[in-house]
């Protein structure tokens, strides 16, 4: 359910935004054991990201063409 979710009905598409999501958080130190909390994540907003505020995406769409 989890990687419906990620992926917005696309299971491959949401296991790639788990293991996007997981590279980022390595690469700022999150490793496994951690508590979540020290990833900092802020809870104050409700926005959603603008789709061209997605970078990755548009890395993704460039790989497949």
Do not use: Q, W
């Amino acid at each position: 359910m989890i990687l419906l979710a990620a992926g917005k009905g696309n299971l491959c598409r949401g296991f790639e935004n788990v293991l996007d999501l997981y590279s980022h958080a390595h690469n700022e130190g999150f490793r496994p054991g951690m508590e979540l909390s020290s990833l900092n994540i802020g809870h104050a907003t409700t926005n959603s990201p603008k789709p061209s505020d997605l970078v990755r995406d548009d890395i993704r769409e460039s790989v497949r063409d």
